[in-house]
């Protein structure tokens, strides 16, 4: 599944509650969402229960994109389609090419 299909799947389910709850209250739920992933990362939890919470979080990310017309497929794309948005690397060579300045400055 792409994350333009996911977003479509999410939209037809929940748009509509999500849209007339608007975007703050959404963010709300998100950041509940967030805490909850954050304990189950930081706790002892099932590896079912982590997977779970992931998928929530991506899903509530998901309607607040929807929500705030954002189109997740293509800000992805456009940022991170080719590599560290700073350095254009994959891998990211952020690190190393700050030491090599470092060495040379
Ligand atoms: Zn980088």
């Not at 992931?54 to 590599?83: H, M, P």
Request: charged share 35%.
């Amino acid at each position: 599944m792409k994350i333009s299909e996911f977003q479509k799947v999410i939209e037809d389910t929940y748009g509509e509650k999500d849209r007339k709850r608007g975007v703050e209250s959404t963010f709300l739920w998100f950041s509940e969402e967030v805490g909850e992933l954050a304990r189950a990362i930081n706790g002892r939890t099932t590896r079912e229960n982590l997977r779970h919470e992931f998928a929530d979080v991506l899903a509530w990310l998901t309607t607040l994109a929807s929500i705030a017309n954002i189109d997740l497929q293509e800000v992805a794309e456009e940022r991170y389609g080719k590599g560290c948005p700073r350095c254009k690397a994959i891998p990211c060579m952020c690190d190393e090419i700050k030491q090599r300045a470092y060495r040379c400055g």
